[in-house]
Structures are given as structure tokens and as C-alpha cells.
């Protein structure tokens, strides 16, 4: 059995963890739970033996390999995170979530279109300083897990310009 915990508390518990594999960040991230240290705050994930609490999530490693987004229908999706580049690893924070772009556009039209749109993101009066535009597909792990718990701003549909 793999857990994670928050400050050595229990809060999330994976059973079915085949031999040989290993829990990770990517995966839990990829299933939709994020969990992000923030100050004094800090996760870790760790291999334990007994069984599991009744008082605690618990999931199976099916389960979350089944909750993961179709790479298929990510392609269709593109968004803008703003980064945080203070520590590392960086800190994505999803501002616009863009749906619905066809396979043929590439990243120059999608920022075409979030500019004619007027949504240009700004920071030190500079426009996409320090913000960043990605197909979610090809994005970190943590901004897939964010964008399933819907920790953005706004979401639009694509149309042509």
C-alpha cells in the first residue's frame, strides 16, 4: 500500500500498487488530485505495509489509471498558465483554458486568437511576460490536474478568426 501524506498525516491511501511499480507525482497528477507544498505545508508519498484506514481516501491503482484524461482529447485543448518562476520545480497556475482547437492550428494561431479575443495576459505592463501557452497534452503534469479540478479563470471555445 502507497499513501501520501500531509505533515505526517494520512490523506490519501492507493492499494493494488502492482510489484515493481512505484507511485508517483505524475501519476497522482495525472488521476486529478493535486497537492502542492505551500509553506509550511509539504507532501511526500511512501510505500507502507498493514492495511488501509477506514477514515482515509482510498483508491486503487485501476482506479486511478482509469481516472487519467484519453491523450487523444487532450490534443484539443490548449491553455495559458501563468508561472511562478520564484522556486523550483516552477509553479503553473492556469489562467484560460482554450477547447475545441482544431488538429491543423498551431500555437501562433491560438495566441492569434486569444489576442483578437482581447485576452492578452499581461504582467509588468508586458504582454505574456511570464505566462505561458500549452497544449495540454505536452503540458506538466500539475497543470492537467488543475484544469480537472478547474482551478482557471475563464474557458473559452475556439473559432476561427
Request: with cysteine; aromatic share 12%; hydrophobic share 40%.
Amino acid at each position: 500500500m502507497w499513501i501520501v501524506r500531509c505533515n505526517k498525516r494520512r490523506v490519501l491511501q492507493v492499494v493494488g500498487v502492482p510489484k515493481g511499480k512505484k507511485l508517483t507525482w505524475e501519476i497522482l497528477s495525472r488521476a486529478g488530485y493535486v497537492f502542492e507544498d505551500k509553506g509550511p505545508l509539504y507532501y511526500v508519498i511512501e510505500k507502507v505495509s498493514g492495511r488501509p484506514r477506514a477514515d482515509i481516501e482510498t483508491v486503487t491503482y485501476e482506479e486511478l489509471l482509469s481516472r487519467m484524461p484519453n491523450p487523444e482529447a487532450l490534443k484539443h485543448t490548449w491553455v495559458v498558465c501563468y508561472v511562478e518562476h520564484v522556486q523550483t520545480p516552477f509553479v503553473y497556475s492556469p489562467r484560460i483554458v482554450i477547447t475545441d482547437v482544431p488538429d491543423d492550428k498551431t500555437k501562433k494561431d491560438v495566441k492569434r486568437f486569444i489576442e483578437v479575443k482581447g485576452l492578452t495576459p499581461y504582467d509588468y505592463k508586458m504582454a505574456w511576460a511570464n505566462y505561458c501557452l500549452v497544449r495540454l497534452d505536452e503540458a506538466p503534469a500539475i497543470v492537467i490536474a488543475k484544469v480537472r479540478k478547474q482551478y482557471y479563470d475563464k474557458v473559452i471555445k475556439f473559432e476561427e478568426v
